[in-house]
């Protein structure tokens, strides 16, 4: 059974997603406050984290970027802050996904369902390959069993999320995918307005390609449509 960890202060809030999240066969933890929050979530062992950004304590930003320097799990931020400024820095964090208030528990159940199904199906194939997979383009090294990335030789970090949209656009290069299609293909659901989740997702992975330059080496932007993987 997969344990999720929501750490929420509005008591009704947190009540209803674990209402709904257990109802779907998941173990559900909850914590109130940021600091108690953050301790769980690096000693205990959950499968993924549902996020507030707004708590006492630590606030959700700080905890976001320190459970992302020790684990990889999926984290889902569960806010009212509406702001795309909030949103790109959530994100640029390492969360996997944003969800502003009010919003549907269903939806928040299909979220984590994806989110989870996703980060298993990288785990799985990682542990049962014999032979690493790789994908070498130009100055990159994609280990896909391993999920490492080499830029020049030098390892980078992606998170779960960033590896997973790199390697669905280097295994298709030079085709043009809209930011609905790239949010289907590694979210696994609808965009339901959160655009603004692949433009992050892809802005921080050209910094760590080292791909910022207006003329772009690895990820071009097709104004208007979406983005390409040249080759």
């Known amino acids: 059974m997969a344990r999720i960890l929501i750490i929420e202060d509005e ?3 947190a ?3 674990k209402d709904y999240l257990e109802m779907n066969s998941f173990e559900v ?3 109130d406050r940021g600091d108690t929050g953050l301790e769980a ?3 205990e062992d959950f499968n993924l984290i549902v996020l507030d950004l707004m708590l006492p304590g630590i606030d959700g930003f700080e905890i976001c970027r320190r459970v992302r320097a020790e684990k990889n799990i999926p984290i889902v931020i569960l806010s009212a802050r509406k702001d795309d400024i909030d949103k790109v820095r959530g994100l640029g964090l390492g969360a996997d996904d944003y969800i502003t208030k009010p919003f549907s528990p269903g939806e928040l159940v299909a979220r ?3 989110h989870l199904a996703s980060y298993e199906r990288l785990v799985g194939s990682a542990s ?10 130009k100055d990159i090294k994609i280990d896909k069993t391993a999920r490492r990335v080499f830029v020049n030789g030098e390892e980078k970090i992606f998170t779960t999320k960033e590896f997973s949209l790199l390697t669905f656009l280097a295994e298709n290069p030079n085709k043009v995918f809209t930011k609905d ?30 791909d910022v330059s ?6 071009e932007t097709i104004w208007g449509v979406g983005y390409r993987f040249r080759i």
Do not use: Q
């Open 112 to 114: 984590v369902k994806a």
């Open 15 to 17: 009540d209803l997603g």
């Open 11 to 13: 008591k009704e809030i």
């Open 128 to 137: 049962k390959e014999a032979v690493n997979d790789i994908i070498e383009i």
């Open 214 to 219: 207006g003329d772009s080496k690895y990820i």
């Open 29 to 31: 933890v909850i914590c």
């Open 181 to 210: 299609d790239l949010f289907r293909n590694i979210w696994g659901m609808e965009s339901v307005g959160d655009i603004a989740t692949v433009t992050v997702h892809i802005k921080k992975i050209r910094e760590k390609l080292g």
């Open 41 to 43: 979530a690096l000693s």
